[in-house]
């Protein structure tokens, strides 16, 4: 056996390796950190998709259900235009709601209802 040969091996079993992680975690959902993971224990939350923040600070969050709800941060919140695109927890009242990021930080939002045209 050449050495050639030997390292085409040994490339291709690396891309397998590579290629075989990755798809698992591909698959595997996200996992919130300790501090996120306890609120969520504690029941109400649900996983969102931040979609959108709008200038005056409103926010889109997408449902699982595909419902798309409008929120109104009660005051700044100053981590939720680093989390647009990305997964988050809601917890919704009737006219409140609660954000929640993957490190634990909240926001408290007035839950302006669902939105029709998204």
């Known amino acids: 056996m ?5 390292m085409h091996e040994v490339r291709a ?3 397998c390796a590579v290629l075989a992680g990755g798809c ?16 969520l224990a504690e029941g109400g939350y649900v996983e969102a ?14 449902l699982p259900d595909g419902t798309v709800w409008l929120l109104d941060p009660k005051k700044h919140c ?9 997964t988050v927890w809601v917890q919704l009242g009737e ?5 929640l990021n993957a490190q634990g930080e909240t926001a408290e939002c ?6 029709r045209r998204y």
């Open 2 to 6: 050449s050495v050639l040969t030997t």
């Open 13 to 15: 079993a690396v891309v």
């Open 24 to 39: 698992a975690l591909i698959a595997a959902p996200p996992q919130p950190p300790p501090a996120a993971a306890q609120l």
């Open 49 to 62: 998709h931040l979609m959108r923040r709008f200038a005056e600070g409103h926010l889109l969050v997408r």
């Open 78 to 86: 100053s981590w939720c235009w680093m989390h647009i695109g990305k």
């Open 95 to 99: 006219r409140s709601a609660t954000l």
């Open 110 to 115: 007035w839950n302006g209802g669902p939105m």
